[in-house]
């Protein structure tokens, strides 16, 4: 078997957006000095000519709920919403390590092509996962640019106001209205805007291609249990049927220990994005009722075309978390299933009893929590598209109340 080219097919694209902005958590690598110069400098790039200037326009829009709804959702929640992803990572980089060299592990492993099957299944779904997500991100960014470069093109510079002139309206304490300073600024924000997609959207699929790759090895060990005690385990001696059970007991462990430990480091991370998310959505739709249904200058197709894809960018997102912390529910439970279904009428009752430690364990099933008191799951999925909901209808009523 290519175990290398196994590997790569599994985690390339994780290694190459991270890489780009040096947050891959390589194990072979003690100390990467260019590789912190990338993600500091990133840092910088998306704080300096995005965040900053962004916030500072929350202050200057006199209490307009549309310019407030609009500055936050169409950059300054998903500029530090990368920020952050970007920082997380880059100060768990050298506890990551430990899990990623075990993913390696795994790759480099001998396997049966019945175990290989299971994890290129999970690999390729990885693969697809983080491709498609980074694609989407560039074509919403695009689409974005593109239309906002319009504008500013099309109108009478003279006749809008000095934040409308930048690509991400924010307030300067310059004058764009002079050409080589307006485009500086916004060749900036645009140089900002990308350096923010690859950790907006390659953290969240290399967190789901652990989570994934982890489920992946929960199915090939729920397989090895039921098969341990079959037909054959009566002809094996005692000692040769505990010494597997001692293994699948350990790997087990093992497989825990990686869970607990993604929990640990991406909690709080987690409880953000499922809150910054929920307020995107709501405000994207508030834009999209207030803004876009009365434009009158013909860019109506175009702005609904970014709204889907933007409204689509946020819930793929986080329909990713949700689908992933569903499945490693469902996968790291089923192990106590697992020792229920295998044949343990075929062994001694001093080996079957062995069993109960594994369902005991297994009744405490792996989880990706937000804060630690919320549950990725497909319920949580639905809980956070109607808890946006909501809160959009109480802006909208709100806002009609003022007008």
């Known amino acids: 078997m290519d175990y290398e080219r196994d590997l790569k097919e599994a985690i390339g694209w994780n290694i190459f957006n991270l890489n780009a902005i040096g947050i891959w958590p390589d194990p072979m690598t003690l100390h990467d000095r260019l590789a912190d110069f990338r993600a500091f400098a990133s840092m910088i790039i998306i704080l300096t000519f995005i965040n900053i200037w962004q916030t500072w326009n929350l202050f200057m829009s006199d209490r307009d ?166 037909e054959t385990s009566k002809k094996r001696k005692s000692s040769e049927i505990q010494q597997e059970l001692a293994w699948i007991i350990k790997r087990h462990e093992h497989l825990n220990w990686i869970g607990n430990k993604i929990g640990e480091y991406f909690s709080i991370l987690l409880f953000l994005q499922m809150l910054l998310s929920t307020v995107e959505i709501c405000f994207q739709g508030f834009s999209f009722f207030n803004v876009i249904l009365k434009d009158e200058n013909g860019l109506l197709t175009f702005q609904m075309f970014f709204f889907v894809l933007y409204v689509s960018f946020v819930i793929v997102h986080m329909f990713v978390y949700c689908y992933v912390g569903d499945l490693l529910l469902v996968q790291s439970s089923s192990l106590g299933m697992s020792a229920y279904k295998s044949r343990w009428y075929n062994v001694a009752p001093s080996d079957a009893r062995c069993l109960l430690f594994i369902m005991l364990r297994s009744t405490r099933p792996l989880c990706l929590t937000a804060g630690k008191f919320g549950i990725f799951s497909m319920e949580m999925f639905s809980s956070i598209l109607r808890t946006a909901m909501g809160y959009l209808s109480v802006l909208l009523t709100v806002s009609s109340g003022d007008n």
């Open 65 to 230: 709920l549309i310019r407030i709804t609009e500055t936050l959702s169409l950059a300054n929640i998903p500029a530090y919403n990368a920020a952050i992803k970007l920082g997380v990572i880059w100060y768990y980089k050298k506890d990551l390590q430990p899990i990623v060299q075990s993913l390696y592990d795994d790759w480099y492993a001998p396997k049966t092509n019945e175990e290989r099957t299971t994890m290129m299944n999970s690999a390729r779904f990885s693969k697809r996962l983080s491709f498609w997500c980074i694609v989407l991100s560039l074509i919403m960014l695009t689409t974005y640019v593109s239309l906002r470069s319009f504008k500013i093109v099309k109108y009478d510079v003279n006749a809008m106001s000095q934040d409308r002139l930048a690509i991400y309206p924010a307030y300067y304490p310059f004058d764009l209205r002079r050409t080589s300073v307006r485009v500086v600024a916004n060749v900036a924000q645009v140089i900002a805007a990308y350096c923010g997609a690859l950790p907006y959207s390659g953290v969240d699929t290399f967190i789901a291609t652990l989570v994934m790759h982890a489920c992946g090895q929960f199915k090939n060990l729920c397989r090895k249990l039921e098969r341990l005690m079959d």
